[in-house]
């Protein structure tokens, strides 16, 4: 029988969440983040600089297979919605998933690579047709297990909540999370690579053969060194981002009363079909994170060729997460005085100053693109945060318009249109690289001299293609109908409804 609100049953949904709460909601996201922006920040680099596979290769494959990203979160929203068990809708898939998404990230940063030792163990010497491959079947698995627990994950914050404030404080507790993680990960990466880069060695141009073979040796030890980054740094990952998801699991509840514990296919068609305020906003959230997954994959490539220096990525994501940090604790108080949709316009006008002005910092330039970079980051950090407190209010916009609930099918199609833009966006960079002409690291020179054309494609990349995004996100999101005060209304008439049909329910159970 289906499950009935009681006329109380509002008062949970809108109560103050307790610390532990937030912090677990947080710590899902920094796991999340341990997998997702390892991948956004150093897959691209991880590929063409240490499994030598080229740029262009790489760009397809992050086409193809963010494509099909896409709908496994749609299949993992339908199966969301149809599960219902004593923990509840969404917790038992961030139990059940969470070492397999952080093991599968461990796999893809392990490409079995001629003269280096398969997981630190076995000895393979694949073609660069089963190195490409082997990086299709990993990154998909990547992609099947991670819609598996994002997709709950994100449904989670709507059915923990209806209360705007409350929201708001769970999504900053994700964007600091997140932010947390994407600055661990990196200072602990980085720096690495950095160090290992100035020991490259170099070969000179009229060597003879035993000097050639001291350097053939000295290459095959580099390239040793810079796997083993990856290897050991994933490995400790799946550690600790088990242990973050499991407390997300324990101190995360869900509040929200349905009348149906699932959802038929016929109902979750429905209620999307007639979600406008869903529309507008994948509509806008597609043109602005296109240029946001753009950047992820070209800032090793921007610290390297511009500001000098790989281990400078770190202190990008320092500012960038550092702003992040910053603003996080005040976006609940922001979205009181400013409302959700203003705080969304006002971010594209910092994301397009921020661009435009990194595009022209000179080569060397660490302080004037940290600068700018920071800028960029205030609009990036809050627009990004708004975006899932925003997709939390259609679930209720949805209902209202239905008077069913589907939390897992509403989030999956707004996740559905952030991995499009994940496969547009990574691809992009990545072609973006091939187009300039850019030179990935081989057997015998692991560190080649890029042309000029590449680093324009690496400076557009950064800069200008998330300003001309932008531009378009909030060109579309301007007609969004759901404001703060229209979304209470909205509330409160879903919850008298069910409260309604609650005391309809006990009096015709008593009669």
Known sequence: MSAIAAPSAHLGAVAKQPATAVIGYGLGDFAMNLSFSMSTAFLLYYFTDVGGLSAAAVGTMFLVVRLWDAFTDLFAGRAVDRVMTRWGKFRPFILWFAVPVLF??????????????????????????????????????????????????????????????????????????????????????????????????????????????????????????????????????????????????????????????????????????????????????????????????????????????????????????????????IIPLIIRKMGKKNVFQYCGLFTAVGGVALFFVPTGGIILALVFLAIKGVGGSLINTVMFGLEADTVEYGEWKTGKRSEGATYALFSFTRKITQSLGGAGGAWALAIGGYLSATATNPNPIQPESAIFAIKFTIGLLPTICAIIAMLIFWKYPLSDKLFRRIRDENEAKKAALGAEFTGAASA
Do not use: H
Request: proline residues 4%.
């Open 104 to 329: 599968l990230s461990f796999l893809n940063f392990n490409i079995p690579t001629p003269g280096i030792k398969w997981l630190g163990i076995l000895e393979v010497n694949p073609d660069m047709n089963s190195q490409l491959l082997y990086a299709y079947l990993a990154y998909a698995a990547l992609g099947l297990v991670y819609s598996l627990i994002n997709i709950p994950y994100g449904s989670l914050a709507s059915a923990m909540s209806q209360s705007v404030n409350e929201r708001a404080k769970l999504v900053a507790g994700r964007t600091f999370g997140a932010a947390v993680g994407g600055v661990l990960l990196t200072y602990i990466v980085a720096p690495q690579i950095s160090a290992i880069q100035k020991t490259a060695p170099t070969l000179a141009p009229n060597a003879d053969a035993a000097a050639r073979a001291t350097y053939d040796a000295a290459v095959l030890v580099y390239r040793q060194a810079v796997q083993g980054v990856f290897t050991q740094t994933t490995l400790w990952f799946v550690l600790v981002g088990s242990v973050a998801f499991f407390l997300t699991f324990w101190w995360c509840r869900e509040s929200v009363v349905r009348t149906a514990p699932r959802v038929t296919i016929k109902e979750t068609i429905d209620t999307i079909k007639n979600n406008k305020a869903l529309a507008y906003l994948c509509g806008a959230s597609f043109f602005y994170l296109i240029g946001l997954f753009a950047v992820g994959g070209a800032t090793a490539y921007y610290a390297k060729f511009v500001l000098g220096d790989i281990s400078q990525t770190a202190t990008m994501t320092l500012v960038n997460s550092g702003i992040a940090l910053v603003i996080t604790p």
